[in-house]
């Protein structure tokens, strides 16, 4: 026995450092590659980045919002962390025969707490193969690969409860209550004699040690290089969720080589920074950022899970062949795999190499389907940044290759000559507040010239400016501030464009141009405070333009409205006889967190019924209007707005409501694609309110 145990201590340590150097080497190797990109500025925020880690790998919060799938994480999750002191437990016995864990009177209720811990894994494990296998969820993959986890997992599992069961018959303990699946498998097996139930117990002791330590080395190089990289990932996320970053356009100090070889976006792996690169080791492949996808839902090209994924595999690829570091360990089993080849052949290097991150890798198709509302970033479970990835790559397109669809192309010329994306003369930008003369809609200028101030600067937008539609919005709210005392004005004729359209298709060149226009006109009128109709300029204002040194009080239409109804400034009175559904903006909503507000001005109108898409709030689906789709037309697969009206048709409404002039024309188009739009009316929140407040008053005024 003596030579028996010392052949397996030395076999023990042998597999186990060898284990453990190709963890070790194989976490090294991604650690080099994700070096290769540029690097980061981190910048603090340590006790907000602990809570998000408290929050969605503790709290495991983003999963759990899909119940099933959630709740056999969580078992797994919690289990396994759990179950590592079983599986001490187990070497201890494996070691040293007849000993285990020095727990003293507590050792029974460990073992009794440990079995139903394994239960509960295995019970997950089932789960989790009915989900994929059986029930053949349509964001989940199939095939051993997927599966592959799940046959680790159970037999770690088994291999412990029949192992302890082996232990008992061994070393002639008794059945026991705390350990009851144990004494099943004893009370089984009680026929045979303790050298045969030895030589089992080894048996099952070698088979968890082997599956174990396969597990540790598999983790890093698949999919479950989650279990790693996400709470890194979620550690990293952005402060301000789908915040772009800003790009340096100051080439005074390069010489004139390197002018030469400048890109503006990510055109190659390595131009990303390298906390992106840490999204893509992230990624669990779970799919629920493609199953919310507006563009993927529709039939268009665009997968987010898969642009992750192909990325992820360039960079391994490439990574490979740059520092010359196995992609896959151990090398000898993966020699025929395309990042081994790389690293180990110079012509397969330089095949890798010469491909093309946009064309080979991802296609431009996939890139223009985004419509940057960021529900994968919202249902993604480790905190990828899908959205800002992608619009990196667009830069690329547009202002180093100079590639744009012909329409957005029209759209931009004509937002950089005029203004507006229709090009439509700009000195006609002030003409919307002809529409309706009972409203007091001064401009900054009027106001200085009668020496009198404001306190809030009106932000018209395109839309409000030149849309018919959307100027009925502009001076229904234009109207209510009257209604209310609230001093505000506009910049008229001067007033620009957010910027936002340019920055989401790719053109941050001309992004910054209108936003240092934009802020000498705030400046030169000392503007603090500014309220919008547009929850893009919204999100742009309050959170990209402090980048380039101006910050403000920045308000949604509705947050302004809010407080007005509340602190009783207006007074709904009018009954308004609907039942309505309200439709969240994405940038007003996923990117500013603004649920709450426009929801509670409807219910505080009499006789509104409100309900509620089966999407709504967080999981709200895209109207198709952002990221700049909304100057193009669909070609491919079905129409992304006319898909968001049919969810909204579900739950029989009279009137469909919205607090932003992109969603109210999609949706305002998608019932004339159905042919309700005669049943079926869509307001912006602030025009109910106005039918509300304002016809009851000009009735006593009459």
Same mark, same amino acid.
């Given at each position: 026995? =003596?030579?028996?145990?010392?052949?397996n201590?030395?076999?023990?340590?042998?597999? !186990?450092?060898?284990?453990?150097?190709?963890?070790?080497?194989?976490?090294? !190797?991604?650690?080099?590659?994700?070096?290769?990109?540029?690097?980061?500025?981190?910048?603090g925020?340590?006790?907000?980045?602990?809570?998000?880690?408290?929050?969605?790998?503790?709290?495991?919060?983003?999963?759990? /919002?899909?119940?099933?799938?959630?709740?056999?994480?969580?078992?797994?999750?919690?289990?396994?962390?759990?179950?590592?002191?079983?599986?001490?437990?187990?070497?201890?016995?494996?070691?040293?025969?007849?000993?285990?864990? *020095?727990?003293?009177?507590?050792? @029974?209720?460990?073992?009794?707490?440990q079995?139903?811990?394994?239960?509960?894994?295995?019970v997950?494990?089932?789960?989790?193969? &009915?989900?994929?296998?059986?029930?053949?969820?349509?964001?989940?993959?199939?095939?051993?690969?997927?599966?592959?986890?799940?046959?680790?997992?159970? +037999? #770690?599992?088994?291999?412990? #409860?029949?192992?302890?069961?082996?232990?008992?018959?061994?070393?002639?303990?008794?059945?026991?209550?705390t350990e009851?699946?144990?004494?099943?498998?004893?009370?089984?097996?009680?026929?045979?004699?303790?050298?045969?139930?030895?030589?089992?117990f &080894?048996i099952?002791?070698?088979?968890?040690?082997?599956?174990?330590?396969?597990?540790?080395?598999?983790?890093?190089?698949?999919k479950?290089?989650?279990?790693?990289?996400? @709470?890194?990932?979620?550690?990293?996320?952005?402060?301000?969720?789908?915040?772009?970053?800003?790009?340096?356009?100051?080439?005074?100090?390069? %010489?004139?080589?390197?002018?030469?070889?400048?890109?503006?976006?990510?055109?190659?792996?390595? =131009?990303?920074?390298?906390?992106?690169?840490?999204?893509?080791?992230?990624?669990?492949?779970?799919?629920?950022?493609?199953?919310?996808?507006?563009?993927?839902?529709?039939?268009?090209?665009?997968?987010?899970?898969?642009i992750?994924?192909?990325?992820?595999?360039?960079?391994?690829?490439?990574?490979?062949?740059?520092?010359?570091?196995?992609?896959?360990? @151990?090398?000898y089993?993966?020699?025929?795999?395309?990042?081994?080849?790389?690293?180990?052949? /110079?012509?397969?290097?330089?095949?890798?190499?010469?491909?093309?991150?946009?064309?080979?890798?991802?296609?431009?198709?996939?890139?223009?389907?985004?419509?940057?509302?960021?529900?994968?970033?919202?249902?993604? *479970?480790?905190?990828?940044?899908?959205?800002?990835?992608?619009? %990196?790559?667009?830069?690329?397109?547009?202002?180093?290759?100079?590639?744009?669809?012909?329409?957005?192309?029209?759209?931009?010329?004509?937002?950089?000559?005029?203004?507006?994306?229709?090009?439509?003369?700009?000195?006609?930008?002030?003409?919307?507040?002809?529409?309706?003369?009972?409203?007091?809609? @001064?401009?900054?200028?009027?106001?200085?010239?009668?020496?009198?101030?404001?306190?809030?600067?009106?932000?018209?937008?395109?839309?409000?400016?030149?849309?018919?539609?959307?100027?009925?919005i502009?001076?229904?709210?234009?109207?209510?501030?009257?209604?209310?005392?609230?001093?505000?004005?506009?910049?008229?004729?001067?007033?620009?464009?957010?910027? =936002? +359209?340019?920055?989401?298709?790719?053109?941050?060149?001309?992004?910054?141009?209108?936003?240092?226009?934009?802020?000498?006109?705030?400046?030169?009128?000392?503007?603090?405070?500014?309220?919008?109709?547009?929850?893009?300029?919204?999100?742009?204002?309050?959170?990209?333009?402090?980048?380039?040194?101006?910050?403000?009080?920045?308000?949604h239409?509705?947050?302004?409205?809010?407080?007005?109804?509340?602190?009783?400034?207006?007074?709904?009175?009018?009954?308004?006889?609907?039942?309505?559904?309200?439709?969240?903006?994405?940038?007003?909503?996923?990117?500013?967190?603004?649920?709450?507000? *426009?929801?509670?001005?409807?219910?505080?109108?009499?006789?509104?019924?409100?309900?509620?898409?089966?999407?709504?709030?967080e999981?709200?689906?895209?109207?198709g209007?952002?990221?700049?789709?909304m100057?193009?037309?669909?070609?491919?697969?079905?129409?992304?707005?006319?898909?968001?009206?049919?969810?909204?048709?579900?739950?029989?409404?009279?009137?469909?409501?919205?607090?932003? *002039?992109y969603?109210?024309?999609?949706?305002?188009?998608?019932?004339?694609?159905?042919?309700?739009?005669?049943?079926?009316?869509?307001? =912006?929140?602030?025009?109910?309110?106005?039918?509300?407040?304002?016809?009851?008053?000009?009735?006593?005024?009459?």
């Amino acid at each position: 026995m =003596d030579t028996f145990l010392m052949i397996n201590w030395i076999a023990f340590i042998a597999i !186990t450092g060898y284990a453990l150097f190709l963890f070790a080497k194989i976490i090294a !190797t991604r650690v080099a590659y994700i070096r290769l990109g540029k690097k980061s500025e981190f910048d603090g925020e340590i006790k907000l980045r602990i809570q998000r880690i408290i929050k969605n790998v503790f709290g495991q919060s983003k999963l759990l /919002k899909d119940k099933k799938s959630g709740t056999i994480h969580v078992m797994m999750f919690y289990g396994f962390i759990l179950v590592q002191f079983g599986a001490i437990d187990m070497f201890v016995k494996g070691l040293s025969p007849g000993n285990h864990l *020095p727990f003293g009177v507590l050792y @029974p209720g460990f073992v009794f707490f440990q079995e139903l811990v394994t239960l509960m894994i295995l019970v997950a494990v089932v789960w989790a193969f &009915y989900r994929r296998y059986m029930e053949k969820l349509v964001r989940l993959k199939r095939g051993l690969k997927a599966g592959l986890v799940l046959i680790f997992i159970g +037999t #770690l599992m088994i291999s412990v #409860l029949f192992g302890n069961g082996m232990a008992m018959i061994w070393h002639g303990h008794e059945l026991t209550w705390t350990e009851p699946v144990a004494s099943a498998v004893a009370g089984l097996f009680g026929g045979i004699s303790a050298g045969a139930a030895m030589v089992l117990f &080894y048996i099952a002791w070698w088979v968890h040690t082997i599956t174990l330590l396969t597990f540790l080395v598999y983790v890093p190089q698949s999919k479950h290089a989650h279990l790693i990289a996400a @709470p890194i990932n979620v550690f990293l996320t952005k402060k301000v969720p789908g915040k772009l970053e800003k790009i340096d356009f100051d080439l005074e100090d390069m %010489d004139e080589e390197s002018e030469e070889e400048i890109a503006f976006g990510v055109g190659k792996v390595e =131009d990303f920074k390298q906390h992106q690169m840490v999204d893509f080791y992230a990624c669990v492949e779970c799919g629920r950022c493609t199953d919310v996808c507006p563009a993927s839902g529709t039939g268009k090209m665009l997968s987010p899970m898969d642009i992750m994924i192909k990325v992820r595999d360039h960079l391994t690829e490439k990574g490979a062949a740059v520092t010359g570091k196995s992609a896959w360990v @151990p090398s000898y089993a993966f020699s025929g795999t395309a990042g081994n080849q790389a690293s180990a052949s /110079k012509e397969a290097a330089a095949s890798v190499q010469s491909m093309s991150l946009i064309g080979d890798v991802i296609t431009e198709e996939e890139l223009a389907g985004c419509t940057t509302c960021r529900n994968c970033e919202d249902a993604c *479970p480790v905190n990828n940044e899908h959205v800002g990835t992608i619009i %990196d790559m667009r830069r690329y397109l547009v202002m180093t290759e100079g590639k744009m669809d012909s329409e957005i192309q029209r759209a931009v010329m004509n937002i950089e000559r005029q203004g507006n994306p229709w090009g439509l003369s700009k000195k006609d930008r002030i003409k919307w507040r002809d529409e309706d003369k009972s409203a007091y809609i @001064p401009t900054v200028k009027e106001l200085k010239k009668e020496d009198k101030s404001f306190e809030y600067l009106f932000w018209v937008s395109s839309m409000g400016s030149f849309d018919s539609r959307s100027q009925k919005i502009a001076l229904s709210f234009a109207k209510l501030m009257n209604q209310a005392g609230v001093s505000f004005a506009i910049l008229g004729n001067t007033e620009a464009n957010s910027g =936002d +359209t340019a920055r989401r298709i790719g053109n941050e060149f001309l992004f910054q141009e209108i936003a240092e226009k934009n802020i000498k006109q705030f400046t030169k009128n000392d503007v603090t405070k500014i309220v919008t109709i547009d929850p893009h300029a919204y999100n742009i204002f309050k959170n990209e333009y402090p980048d380039f040194g101006f910050e403000a009080e920045v308000y949604h239409h509705t947050q302004l409205l809010y407080d007005l109804v509340m602190s009783g400034k207006l007074k709904p009175q009018k009954a308004i006889n609907e039942r309505l559904t309200y439709h969240d903006s994405c940038y007003l909503g996923r990117y500013n967190g603004v649920y709450d507000p *426009p929801r509670e001005i409807l219910k505080a109108i009499p006789g509104l019924e409100l309900v509620e898409m089966n999407r709504s709030r967080e999981n709200g689906m895209c109207c198709g209007a952002g990221g700049g789709l909304m100057w193009t037309e669909e070609t491919t697969g079905n129409r992304i707005n006319v898909a968001r009206t049919e969810q909204a048709l579900q739950v029989q409404p009279s009137m469909i409501s919205s607090a932003c *002039p992109y969603c109210l024309t999609m949706l305002s188009d998608g019932t004339k694609a159905k042919e309700v739009e005669e049943d079926i009316g869509t307001m =912006d929140v602030a025009e109910i309110l106005a039918l509300s407040v304002l016809e009851e008053n000009e009735e006593k005024t009459a």
